[in-house]
Structures are given as structure tokens and as C-alpha cells.
């Protein structure tokens, strides 16, 4: 099982491929984002993915909002200015809490958004503090799902909204796909056990959550996941060179062309998937 100091620095040793090939100054999203109807570019489609955080949990200026696993703050950040609303972030990284707190102030929403480090199973807010909740591809590092979920339960608002945004097991694998998902996505994102879409939607159902939705995100992520899959078959005979130097960063190339290029291959194997999870707190 990785430990938090693993995944500490997993993103440290990765940022720099982060920013070098995922975001840029505008739309800060470390993820591949949503390329909806219209979609250009992979910036646009990581922008999709923060206005479908506002559409699916309704956000409005007067709501206080978290978002866990917040990287560099792309999310909280365009969330802030295109809604008005207070954003808190956490990550496990302090070096993207200073990152995305510069950029907050750069955004000009530095009044409206903070970042700290703390560890989203274990919330260090009061009962009841938000009225939404999001991950976008963070919950991925929860294990057991239920230990982020009950603290999300508790610290949202009665009437609160949960949003998850995160890949999946389409289907329980079979033997040769565990190779797929175990020795490449968990090993090389750092990630703990992958679980399907179906197993989400009834831990929140279990964990108190009404009216769960599943919404299959798998065709709006393919371009992403298959530009990035073939850049790292592209890169993976350096990238296996790499590895035999000490360093962290370099042999960073390695892990993650690994995952990317797994998660290709789920894609085509129909084993992948992408979604997102909306569930509310009950009022009473």
C-alpha cells in the first residue's frame, strides 16, 4: 500500500512533466479534463472539468466550497472567479499549497481562496463547514474510499453537494487486466487500489449520500488519455534508460509513461473508464 510520503513524492518529482505537458498559467488542471462538444485543445477540455464541478453541485457566490486534492488550485481558483464563492483547498504537498497560493494572488481571488496541507480522510473542519465538496482525480488516492466519504458527509452542510471526478474500473478485471491496472496505473501514479465505477456509487449510497448519480465521462476523456498514452509509448526507451540514474525526477518519466500508458490500454480494452459521482447530504 503507498504511503502519503510516497505520494508526497510521486508529485514532487513529478510537477515538472505536470507543467511541462498538462497545464498552463490559465487553467492550472492537472488532469485530462472534458472534451465536450466544441472542445480545441486540452486546456479548454481541463476548463469543461472545472465548469462541471459549478453545474453538477450548483455552486453559487454564497456557498463556501472545498476541493480536495487541489494540486497547483486551477479548480479552486477558476471556480472563485467564475462563481464568487469561497474556495478552500488541501493536497498532502506543501509545495503546491505555495505554488497555487501565488497563483491565487496572481488570479487576483486571493480574498476569496486559501490552500493548506492537510489529508482529506481526516478533515481538520468543523461539522457542517461547506456546502459543496470535490475531487477531481484525487479520491483515486483514498483507501478506503469510505474514510474520505464519511469525512465528506461531515463536514458538508445538511442539503450539501459531493463531486467526484475520477477514473475506474469499467468491470471487475480479470487476471491478465489486474497486471494492467496494479503494475501500471496504481504503480505508476502512486495510486491506491483502483475500484469500479459501480463500487463508488455505493459506498456513497452506504455512507449516507441521497440521490447518487453516475455520469459516464469515458468518450470525453478519451482524446487526453490517448495523446498522452502515445507521447509515453513515444518516450519509454528513454524513459527505461533513466531509470538508471538517481534521480527522482528523471526516473519520474519512467513511472509515469508506465501509467499512461496503461490507462490507454484499459481504455482500449473496455476496462477504464471515466465518471463522475454527484451525491447530496440529506437535510434531515
Not at 509509448?233 to 509513461?257: D, E, F, G, W
Not at 490507462?263 to 476496462?271: D, N, R
Request: hydrophobic share 40%; glycine share 10%; aromatic share 10%.
Amino acid at each position: 500500500m503507498q504511503t502519503q510520503r510516497d505520494i508526497i513524492t510521486y508529485y514532487q518529482s513529478s510537477q515538472w512533466l505536470y507543467r511541462l505537458f498538462c497545464y498552463d498559467d490559465q487553467t492550472l488542471g492537472m488532469h485530462y479534463g472534458f472534451w465536450e462538444p466544441g472542445t480545441t485543445n486540452r486546456q479548454q477540455a481541463i476548463a469543461n472539468q472545472h465548469q462541471e464541478v459549478i453545474t453538477r453541485a450548483r455552486v453559487a457566490a454564497k456557498d463556501h466550497v472545498l476541493d480536495v486534492g487541489c494540486g497547483v488550485g486551477g479548480g479552486a481558483i477558476y471556480i472563485a472567479k467564475t462563481t464568487g464563492a469561497r474556495v478552500s483547498g488541501i493536497t498532502l504537498d506543501s509545495k503546491q499549497v505555495r505554488s497555487a497560493t501565488r497563483y491565487a494572488q496572481s488570479a487576483g481571488v486571493a480574498d476569496l481562496v486559501d490552500f493548506q496541507v492537510m489529508d482529506f480522510a481526516k478533515l481538520g473542519f468543523a461539522d457542517g463547514n461547506f456546502d459543496v465538496v470535490y475531487g477531481i482525480e484525487s479520491i483515486c488516492y483514498a483507501h478506503p474510499k469510505q474514510a474520505f466519504l464519511k469525512e465528506a458527509f461531515r463536514v458538508l452542510k445538511p442539503g450539501g453537494r459531493l463531486v467526484i471526478m475520477d477514473g475506474y474500473a469499467a468491470r471487475p478485471p480479470n487476471t491478465p487486466e489486474e497486471q494492467t491496472i496494479r503494475r501500471g496505473i496504481e504503480w505508476g501514479f502512486v495510486l491506491s487500489p483502483i475500484v469500479t465505477g459501480k463500487h463508488m456509487k455505493d459506498m456513497m449510497e452506504v455512507c449516507g449520500f441521497r440521490n447518487v448519480q453516475q455520469i459516464d465521462k469515458t468518450g470525453e476523456t478519451w482524446p487526453s488519455v490517448r495523446y498522452f498514452g502515445r507521447l509515453a509509448t513515444l518516450v519509454m526507451p528513454i524513459a527505461k534508460a533513466l531509470i538508471l540514474i538517481p534521480s527522482t525526477h528523471l526516473q519520474a518519466i519512467y513511472r509515469n509513461a508506465v501509467a499512461l500508458r496503461a490507462v490507454m490500454h484499459s481504455y482500449e480494452q473496455g476496462l477504464g473508464m471515466n465518471a463522475v459521482h454527484i451525491g447530496r447530504k440529506p437535510r434531515r
